[in-house]
């Protein structure tokens, strides 16, 4: 029986073993037209092993770069593209600088920290203020994301105030005053006439409705009056 630790090591293991053999035996066909047509049927083989990347522009010229590597950059095949060396497919990238920031609260992150820095250096005193509320209100939530409970104001006011060194104080429930651009551009009331609301002289149906219905009051009362002194019981009783 035969161990994968006592066969050649595998390149890619995203087209297992067999892929690798089918390239060890073009690499051993000496006529070129023999061995160009088997490199191309390997393509077409090699692409129905991923059939997801058919519709990537570069799928098949991927391909072919996968053919070469497989074969250690030792088959000598036409190819339709640019054959790729061993230095252009195994080249490390280089290294990128890891970001060196050390925030002094690592519980808030590194922004909070220039939000905070960038509000104890404004001159402006509104702005300061909705800085400084900004800032406490994201206290607020950052604490009850970490802790899954609410935290009271007194506590974000005294940790803010130990953060800036007394340079910026939290006031909860703190609305700040309309600017002058926001009074200049309200809404101007009109109270002309013709905009105020009627009096009570001008509800003229209302009045006759109330006389209509004293006057028919009055009539009716006296009907009444008659009634009775129409009826044959008071009669018999005067005679």
Not at 20 to 38: G, P
């Amino acid at each position: 029986m035969e161990y994968n630790t006592t066969r050649n090591h595998l390149i890619m293991k995203e087209y297992g073993r067999n892929i690798q053999k089918m390239i060890e035996y073009v690499l051993s066909i000496e006529d070129m037209d023999h061995r160009q047509r088997n490199a191309m049927s390997l393509i077409e083989l090699m692409g129905t092993l991923n059939p997801h990347l058919r519709n990537v522009e570069d799928f098949r010229h991927k391909l072919w770069d996968h053919l070469f590597l497989i074969s250690d950059f030792k088959l000598d095949v036409e190819s339709p593209y640019p054959i790729p060396t061993r230095e252009t497919l195994r080249a490390k990238p280089e290294r990128l600088p890891y970001p060196k920031k050390y925030p002094r609260n690592r519980h808030f992150g590194k922004n909070l920290e220039m939000v905070i820095d960038k509000a104890i250096n404004e001159e402006n005193p509104e702005k300061k203020e909705g800085f400084t509320q900004c800032v406490g209100n994201y206290m607020k939530l950052a604490y009850s994301n970490w802790h899954k409970e609410s935290v009271h104001d007194d506590a974000i006011k005294a940790e803010l105030n130990t953060i800036t060194d007394g340079k910026l104080e939290f006031q909860p429930g703190y609305t700040p005053p309309p600017s002058a651009a926001a009074i200049a551009n309200a809404p101007n009331f009109n109270t002309s006439a013709e905009f105020l609301p009627r009096t009570s002289n001008s509800g003229g149906g209302s009045n006759k409705r109330k006389s209509f219905q004293q006057n028919k009051f009055k009539n009716n009362s006296g009907k009444n009056s008659n009634k009775h002194s129409n009826n044959k019981y008071n009669k018999n009783r005067n005679k």
